[in-house]
């Protein structure tokens, strides 16, 4: 079946550091790929998204690019803010079909950023 | 327009006992879908609703059922409530043939 793979955390940053999440998953078809984002004691935020190979997702500065080649969408930000502490989710949808799609999603990767 | 809202926020429960949860999807949604995500892992995949019927299901038990309504609100309920059911229980809205969806805050089940 369908799986996300994440780079295992926790990640400690210092404010104004680069950021690269590792995603790497396996599936069947071609699925579309999300980032979602999930700040304490809140429900999950989609932070940006990609549905086919070499589509590029950007968001309030963070970045991630549908690999096929690699099956990888790794997540970048160029500098990063305390307030982007938070846990950061991988996950795609299988293939789309008349009544919606489901989400497969890594376990997370929790992200502390020092000022 | 309203986002996904989800009653109650906290519960807490006893092994054996039964619970309803209840989701309003964002306005115009008409699939709603539900996830488990026990403490510090991802989400599960649980079920989705879509004409107030199920279309899809992860790997849970019966006792898990659910609902969804002619307004697309829907309900999750759990049988015989185990200590494991213990999760922040997350309900999704997407348009049909969407790829996206919208997350409600969560209810956070206890089981003592």
């Known amino acids: 079946g369908d799986s996300v793979t994440q780079m295992e955390g926790p990640v400690t940053l210092s404010e104004e550091a680069f950021l690269t999440i590792n995603c790497t998953y396996t599936a069947t078809g071609y699925p579309s790929l999300f980032w979602y984002v999930q700040y304490p004691g809140e429900g999950l935020q989609l932070l940006l998204k990609a549905t086919k190979a070499d589509d590029k997702g950007s968001n309030k500065g963070f970045e991630a690019t549908y690999r096929k080649e690699t099956t990888s969408f790794h997540l970048e930000k160029g500098s990063v803010q305390v307030s982007d502490s938070a846990v950061y989710f991988c996950?795609?949808?299988?293939?789309?079909?008349?009544?919606?799609?489901?989400?497969?999603f890594g376990e997370g990767t929790q992200l502390t950023v020092n000022p | 327009e309203t986002g996904v809202t989800q009653s109650p926020t906290h519960l807490i429960k006893t092994r054996g006992q039964q619970v309803t949860l209840r989701c309003s999807s964002q306005s115009g949604h008409n699939t709603v879908s539900w996830y488990q995500q026990a403490l510090g892992q991802g989400p599960q995949f649980i079920f989705q609703y879509y004409r107030e019927e199920e279309n899809g299901r992860g790997n849970f038990p019966p006792r898990f059922s659910g609902l969804q309504f002619p307004n697309y609100s829907s309900e999750l309920n759990v049988n015989a409530l185990e200590l494991d059911d213990s999760a922040l229980y997350l309900c999704?809205?997407?348009?049909?043939?969407?790829?996206?969806?919208?997350f409600g805050p969560g209810t956070r089940l206890t089981v003592l």
């Open positions: 996950a795609l949808s299988d293939e789309e079909e008349t009544s919606g799609s489901r989400l497969t």
């Open positions: 999704a809205s997407s348009l049909v043939g969407a790829i996206t969806q919208y």
